[in-house]
């Protein structure tokens, strides 16, 4: 996000080896056959462990997944170094440089966290035996998997944008700050309308963090379905946390500057939250579908380590697709106007006022966002398809009312949720655009995180029935 009066950095040259040319050859060699052990060796610990029943422990679960890391690790970097050394190539471009800095430092980090898991896993075999089964349960071990995963995107994230900032040049002005122009409403409007988003985000969170402390409290809820529940709980407040503090914090001090690291940060977590709310929707989706569709073997099919695949995939897709956009966005320059037309850096607002050439970003917002839109959503489709048919085919009144109440709560959070995308992306305004779009934004940032918990409150007698046992709970203790 720079200035046009600059030269920066196309590409670097990567030197390479301290060995000489004709050794080269020699070298390339040996490292092709040390990368390929890398990989086939790894492969093959996945393979044993995933076939071998007897290999199903947590000690062999953490194993797998550094197995998986250390090829991903090695593959950062040993295919560039292979394909420089047979080409006689050096140069690598600036989004390559800037990937291989952020996979490079995820990987490692994943690494030395699944390093420690297994270290704790090894002292709990060691030390409490007796135990080992209860305290290593599939939870924990997917706990500490998960937050091995957070921990490094974050590091990695953090260091990559400081990185593209530096990487921009030093011989040049750069944006060092937006304008956020807000909501459309008059200054004398602003307070009312203040207390409205600040009860609206307030209700969000203490509405989403309820539903998570439920789910955790009450056994009964320890089943996939709330499981996915919870996580989208989560999401949703971290949603409307992106945004939401910001813009409160400028209307409360008729402040609108954002500064170019904040905005970075900013484009990120929304595109990856926004990401991850919608790949666990079809998650549960999925899972509604089983829970009808094949009830017999819904425990069966629903395992806890599908539920942790179906968790953990949203993240890392979610992840790679706020990675993407935010890297194109970095490389753009903005040189003429940087007052934006919303309450917060969104992507596409952000390329209307660029200089640059944003056809590249344009064409990747276009083919990643219908795959991350249209593909979850035809899957919800197909599942929901399937669900109706077998709907149909109930033989009971009851059956088919005991249908629906599983699934009534996520077909109304779909249809919100997937409604105000339709009304913004697919029947455009005439006039007034940038309006429709800033209150449309207010829609599915604010309001659509706070309306969730209440969707499945009202219409779920299992959280009802929690809420009232931890009340009655409260009341007796008193």
């Known amino acids: 996000m720079n200035k046009d009066n600059h030269s920066s950095a196309s590409e670097f040259i990567l030197l390479g080896l301290p060995i000489r040319k004709e050794e080269q050859g020699m070298y390339y060699a040996l490292f092709l056959v040390l990368y390929l052990t890398t990989v086939l060796g790894n492969l093959l610990i996945i393979l044993l462990i995933k076939l ?128 956020l122009l807000g909501l459309p409403i008059r200054k004398e409007e602003q307070g009312m309308y203040y207390a409205q988003f600040l009860v609206l985000y307030l209700t969000t969170v203490l509405g989403n963090l309820l539903i998570i402390l439920l789910i955790r409290l009450d056994s009964r809820l320890h089943t996939p379905m709330y499981f996915f529940l919870s996580h989208l709980a989560l999401t949703d407040i971290s949603f409307s946390s992106v945004t939401a503090p910001k813009m409160l914090m400028n209307m409360l001090m008729h402040s609108q500057p954002i500064s170019y690291a904040g905005c970075i940060s900013q484009v990120f977590f929304f595109l990856l939250f926004a990401g991850l709310d919608n790949l666990l929707l079809t998650s549960m989706a999925y899972d509604r579908y089983v829970a009808i569709c094949h009830p017999l073997h819904y425990t069966t099919i629903m395992s806890q380590r599908l539920c942790f695949y179906l968790v953990s995939v949203p993240w890392v897709l979610s992840s790679a697709n706020a990675l993407v956009h935010t890297l194109l966005l970095t490389h753009l320059s903005f040189s003429r106007n940087n007052s934006l037309h919303h309450f917060f850096c969104d992507l596409t607002t952000l390329l209307k006022v660029s200089s640059s050439d944003t056809t590249v970003n344009e064409l990747v917002i276009l083919t990643v966002g219908l795959v991350y839109t249209i593909v979850p959503f035809m899957c919800i489709l197909v599942s929901y398809g399937h669900i109706g048919a077998t709907i149909l085919r109930a033989s009971s009144i009851k059956g088919i009312c005991k249908a629906l109440s599983t699934c009534g709560s996520h077909l109304s959070v779909v249809s919100l949720y997937y409604g105000t995308i339709i009304g913004l992306y697919f029947f455009p305004s005439s006039n007034n655009t940038n309006d429709k779009d800033v209150i449309v934004a207010v829609l599915y940032t604010v309001v659509t995180p706070m309306l969730n918990p209440f969707i499945y409150s009202l219409r779920n007698q299992d959280i009802k029935g929690a809420l009232g046992n931890i009340l009655s709970r409260g009341r007796f203790s008193v």
């Open 52 to 179: 071998d029943s007897r290999l199903h422990t947590p000690m062999y679960f953490f194993l797998s997944h550094l197995a998986l890391t250390d090829i991903s690790f090695s593959s950062v970097t040993a295919p560039k170094m292979l394909m420089n050394m047979l080409t006689h190539s050096q140069s690598i471009s600036y989004a390559g440089c800037v990937s291989q800095v952020f996979f490079f430092i995820l990987f490692a980090d994943i690494d030395s966290f699944l390093l420690t898991s297994m270290a704790y896993d090894r002292y709990v075999a060691i030390c409490h035996p007796l135990h080992y089964n209860i305290i290593m349960s599939q939870r924990l071990c997917s706990l500490l998997l998960i937050v091995s995963w957070v921990l490094s995107v974050a590091n990695a994230l953090l260091h990559t944008i400081l990185l593209s900032f530096l990487m921009t040049g030093d011989n040049q002005t750069s944006a060092s700050e937006f304008i």
